[in-house]
């Protein structure tokens, strides 16, 4: 994904919705292709900005899926394998979220195909 190599500052929202989902500043490289996180944005009414249930459509793998709060539209998994302060490595897909650059950063320009 694109958004794995993304470095500026700003925010990741959801690609459905637009919903704020996780900073810039909780994005970290985790190796694994996707964009990682190692928490979500809080969310003022509530717990946080996305929901996580029990996914097991791969019987012999348990996971925990991420969805967005605002839409349910699903953005990746969570596991206990992530760095502090957390523990945890929210891995998304990269085409479930959009990036929105923080005031000041330069808009990325497409590059020119030939």
Known sequence: SPLNKEKRRGTFVCAGCSAPLFSSTAKYNSGTGWPSFYEPLPDCLSAGAVTET???????????????KSCGGHIGHVFNDGPEPTGLRYCMNGLALAFNPAEGQQQKVAAATS
């Open 54 to 68: 029990l996914d097991l459509s791969i019987a012999f793998m348990p996971r925990t899926e991420v969805r967005c």
